[in-house]
């Protein structure tokens, strides 16, 4: 028997690697049964075929058995007409079990359905076959002999029976992966149109290749974005995978999974490869459509609470709305008359800090009493979502300290508390060390003069409690922190 060996090839799709990976073996289970039956009803034959293998047990045979293929074939007596369309499924077994099911017609008088790639299995106990968690058991194994009838009522289906057999012929199969036409190292993104789209092309090298068409794959889903595979049913040399629009969730992108395998009775040679999936940063194609995709991602995101606070973010990076303060750009405001909404406004951040929304902050902080002194620290540029968030940091600082000092409060009362119109109350400022005749205490000269004012030098301190690089695992946007 000539030996098979099996290339996946993924243009656009999988990790780049240099060369050929080293062939890997096929697995045969311990247990394996391949059980066939026959039936005939007012004309029609009825055909099924089921491949199974234990996954766990005990004595003799007794145990679970995973449900690896189940084929069921009926041929008509007449000509089916119209021809039945095919579809491709996942289908709900029951008890949290499930199965793909591929249903096509492969002939004028042919149907043909075919369940694989899930986790349904079968109990064995006692010499009985079926399903322990209801109690019903409607086949049996006697010395290395397997029968089984999935519903016993039923007058079409036929009676399966199959012999038990241990291990298999392992060396007659080996799977080889090689990545072709991957210039983003795994990574992939939606495009920018609306609806954005995100394609995979698959390719599957088999020798001999009369055995091609056996190839299976097993393609991720990403909740929210339809997925149309080409062929239908998964399986063969060639697929293309589209993914049509946005998910709505940020959690619905990032790593994936991509399988192909190819088997030889209960055997199989599997290989399995990661991509990641992004969006287009800046375009604003997701589900709301009105805003940046990283505005409206992010915001689903820890970066959106700071310190675990619930806040209400409003995109103000148009020319009309809110991100000017004191006659220069900013890259986010608080406006107190919204403050019943909780309501800060993010700025357009590719127009504060470039492609890589970099923005540059002072890394403040005061020594202690009673000698209490403000002091520079140095520096820090954030891109992208530690962009983001240390954003929401700055402005909920804002909002705390409107809570604190200034709600409900008249103009008139404000400036009487405040009488140097830092933002701070002159009874509060001894004890963070502020000066109440100074707007600015510290540092009022050079560039940190920008920093104007005392209540905004509590909210730089507060910036610097974010550790740069802690989101970078919500961040799917592109470029980003894991997609420059």
Same mark, same amino acid.
């Given at each position: 028997?000539p030996?098979?060996?099996f290339?996946?090839i993924?243009a ?18 311990e247990?394996s049964v391949?059980l066939?039956?026959t039936?005939?009803f ?13 996954v ?6 007794d ?6 293929e189940?084929e ?5 007596p007449?000509? =089916?007409? /119209? #021809?039945?369309?095919? $579809? %491709? ?15 096509r ?10 369940s ?10 006692g010499?009985?076959v079926?399903l322990a968690a209801?109690?019903?058991?409607s086949?049996s194994?006697?010395?290395?002999e397997?029968?089984?009838k999935?519903d ?8 399966l029976k199959?012999?038990?057999i ?5 060396e ?10 991957d210039?983003?190292g795994?990574k ?5 149109d609306t609806?954005?789209t995100?394609k ?5 090298r =088999?020798t /001999? #290749?009369d055995?091609a $068409? %056996? ?11 339809v ?5 239908v049913?998964s ?7 589209t ?5 709505e969730?940020?959690?619905?992108f990032?790593?994936k ?5 190819i088997r ?15 969006y287009?940063?800046?375009?604003e ?6 805003d940046p995709?990283?505005f409206?991602?992010?915001g689903?995101?820890?970066?959106a609470?700071?310190g675990g606070h619930?806040?209400n973010?409003?995109?103000g ?7 000017h303060?004191?006659?220069e750009g900013?890259a986010?405001?608080?406006v ?11 700025c357009d ?13 002072p890394?403040l902080?005061?020594?202690q ?17 530690d ?5 929401a940091?700055?402005e ?17 009362r404000?400036?009487?508390?405040d009488g140097d119109e830092?933002g701070?109350p ?8 502020f ?6 205490t ?10 104007k ?8 301190e507060?910036?610097?409690?974010h550790?740069?690089g ?6 799917w946007?592109?470029p980003?922190k894991q997609?420059?």
């Amino acid at each position: 028997m000539p030996r098979l060996m099996f290339s996946l090839i993924a243009a656009g799709v999988l990790f780049a690697q240099s060369g050929v990976a080293c062939a890997a073996k096929a697995k045969c289970p311990e247990l394996s049964v391949y059980l066939e039956g026959t039936s005939t009803f007012m004309g029609a034959v009825y055909k099924e075929r089921l491949t199974m293998h234990r996954v766990s047990g005990g004595n003799g045979y007794d145990g679970k058995w995973l449900i690896d293929e189940f084929e069921q074939q009926i041929d008509y007596p007449w000509v =089916v007409s /119209p #021809a039945i369309p095919p $579809s %491709n499924t996942r289908v709900d077994m029951g008890l949290g079990m499930w199965m793909n099911n591929f249903s096509r017609q492969v002939g004028p008088r042919t149907v043909l359905v075919t369940s694989t790639a899930g986790n349904y299995q079968l109990d064995v106990v006692g010499g009985k076959v079926g399903l322990a968690a209801t109690g019903r058991f409607s086949g049996s194994v006697t010395g290395d002999e397997m029968t089984f009838k999935f519903d016993p009522s039923s007058s079409t289906e036929p009676v399966l029976k199959g012999r038990i057999i241990r291990g298999g012929r392992a060396e007659d199969l080996e799977l080889s992966i090689s990545v072709m036409n991957d210039i983003h190292g795994g990574k992939f993104c939606y495009s920018a149109d609306t609806p954005a789209t995100l394609k995979l092309v698959l390719e599957a090298r =088999v020798t /001999p #290749a009369d055995r091609a $068409s %056996n190839v299976e794959w097993s393609l991720p889903e990403i909740p929210g974005s339809v997925r149309i595979v080409e062929p239908v049913d998964s399986r063969g040399p060639y697929i293309t995978v589209t993914y049509k629009l946005l998910p709505e969730q940020n959690s619905s992108f990032g790593e994936k999974t991509i399988t192909a395998r190819i088997r030889s009775g209960a055997c199989k040679a599997e290989d399995s490869k990661k991509i990641k999936i992004f969006y287009p940063s800046t375009a604003e194609n997701n589900l709301d459509g009105r805003d940046p995709n990283w505005f409206y991602y992010w915001g689903q995101t820890p970066a959106a609470k700071p310190g675990g606070h619930t806040v209400n973010l409003v995109y103000g990076g148009r020319p009309f709305s809110f991100c000017h303060w004191e006659g220069e750009g900013t890259a986010g405001l608080f406006v107190p008359e919204h403050h019943q909404h909780r309501t800060f406004y993010v700025c357009d951040l590719t127009a504060i800090g470039g492609s890589t929304m970099s923005n540059r902050f002072p890394l403040l902080s005061r020594t202690q009493p009673p000698n209490v002194t403000g002091v520079l620290d140095g520096w820090r540029i954030s891109t992208f979502i530690d962009t983001f968030a240390t954003i929401a940091i700055h402005e909920n600082e804002h909002i705390r300290m409107y809570e604190m000092w200034k709600m409900g409060k008249t103009n008139e009362r404000l400036r009487t508390e405040d009488g140097d119109e830092d933002g701070v109350p002159n009874d509060k400022e001894e004890q963070f060390g502020f000066d109440p005749t100074r707007k600015q205490t510290w540092l009022s000269t050079g560039e940190t003069a920008k920093i104007k004012y005392d209540e905004e030098w509590l909210c730089y301190e507060a910036m610097r409690s974010h550790v740069p690089g802690s989101l970078d695992k919500h961040d799917w946007s592109h470029p980003g922190k894991q997609w420059p």
